[in-house]
């Protein structure tokens, strides 16, 4: 009974309106989404400033170790022609972390009643798919600079030619997936959320959710970091001129 009351208090997708040129635009998630890109300006403007080649502070140390892992990642996964996207690399992770974290903001006025003023932008599936699809068109773009028109083309046949459509239909998938794997874990962290804050009793609620929001936090560290992996693991196979092994190719 308990949980079919809850079924009827909690709202998914909801979110404040704007109408502009005929489209329906969610502010909430673009207000979230702008504070996100504002802190990410601010810590590479601030950072900028701050560079030093003596002893680095903390916020250029942040910054080189990031830089530092995305290269190794790189260098192993492409080589030293990799090191080209490592600025895409490092700005992914870090905007989809801070987009994540932005959910741990508590910021509903009344909690287990209205939503999040602040929620996480990657809680909704509208900036995932836009960035999984920026990502996957620049992999095509490199995938044609590497290997040519024909080399492209050629590599759906690989390694044999029966097996193309099922290429054809990964290749398709593939921003799809991207999508839903940041999406879904986004979102089902909100909902968790959502259905303790309404199914517990009221002086228990708040205690469930500030047990649940440090697992949320590392969950999202988690997803910011495999979105940039497999970013780079997209960049590696698509200029690469050898096939990947089956193996790498079930791991995504």
Same mark, same amino acid.
């Given at each position: 009974?308990?949980?079919?009351?809850?079924?009827?208090?909690?709202?998914?997708?909801?979110?404040?309106?704007?109408?502009l040129?005929?489209?329906?635009?969610?502010? /909430?998630? =673009?207000?979230?989404? $702008?504070?996100? #890109?504002?802190? +990410?300006?601010f810590l590479?403007?601030?950072?900028? *400033?701050?560079?030093? /080649?003596? =002893?680095?502070?903390? $916020?250029?140390? #942040?910054w080189? +170790?990031l830089?530092?892992?995305?290269?190794d990642l *790189?260098d192993?996964?492409?080589?030293p022609?990799?090191?080209?996207?490592v600025?895409?690399g490092?700005?992914?992770?870090?905007f989809?972390?801070?987009?994540?974290?932005?959910?741990?903001?508590?910021?509903?006025?009344?909690?287990?009643v209205?939503?999040?003023i602040?929620?996480?932008?990657?809680?909704?599936?509208?900036?995932?798919?836009?960035?999984?699809l920026?990502?996957?068109?620049?992999v095509h773009?490199?995938?044609?600079?590497?290997?040519?028109?024909?080399?492209?083309f050629?590599?759906?046949?690989?390694?044999?030619?029966?097996?193309?459509p099922?290429?054809?239909?990964?290749?398709?998938?593939?921003?799809?997936?991207?999508?839903f794997?940041?999406?879904?874990n986004?979102?089902?962290?909100?909902?968790?959320?959502?259905?303790?804050?309404t199914?517990?009793?009221?002086?228990?609620?708040?205690?469930?959710?500030?047990?649940w929001?440090?697992?949320?936090?590392?969950?999202?560290l988690?997803?910011?970091?495999?979105?940039?992996?497999?970013?780079?693991?997209?960049?590696?196979?698509?200029?690469?001129h050898d096939e990947?092994?089956?193996?790498?190719?079930?791991?995504?």
């Open positions: 009974m308990r949980t079919l009351e809850a079924a009827g208090n909690i709202s998914v997708g909801v979110h404040p309106e704007i109408h040129l005929g489209l329906t635009v969610d502010a /909430d998630i =673009v207000t979230s989404t $702008l504070l996100a #890109m504002a802190i +990410l300006l590479g403007f601030r950072m900028r *400033a701050k560079v030093t /080649d003596g =002893v680095p502070g903390k $916020l250029q140390l #942040m080189e +170790l830089v530092d892992q995305v290269n *790189a192993t996964a492409i080589g022609k990799g090191r080209k996207f600025p895409i490092v700005t992914l992770f870090l989809i972390l801070i987009c994540n974290w932005i959910g741990f903001i508590p910021s509903a006025l009344h909690p287990g209205s939503g999040d602040l929620p996480a932008p990657t809680s909704d599936v509208n900036l995932p798919l836009a960035m999984a920026f990502v996957i068109v620049w773009v490199e995938s044609f600079r590497a290997r040519g028109i024909r080399g492209y050629r590599h759906y046949r690989q390694p044999y030619v029966a097996l193309t099922i290429n054809v239909i990964e290749e398709i998938t593939k921003p799809i997936t991207l999508t794997r940041l999406f879904g986004l979102f089902s962290g909100g909902l968790m959320i959502a259905v303790m804050v199914l517990l009793p009221i002086f228990v609620s708040p205690l469930g959710e500030l047990v929001k440090p697992f949320d936090l590392f969950i999202g988690i997803q910011a970091y495999i979105f940039m992996l497999l970013t780079m693991l997209y960049f590696a196979f698509a200029t690469s990947p092994e089956p193996a790498l190719e079930m791991s995504h």
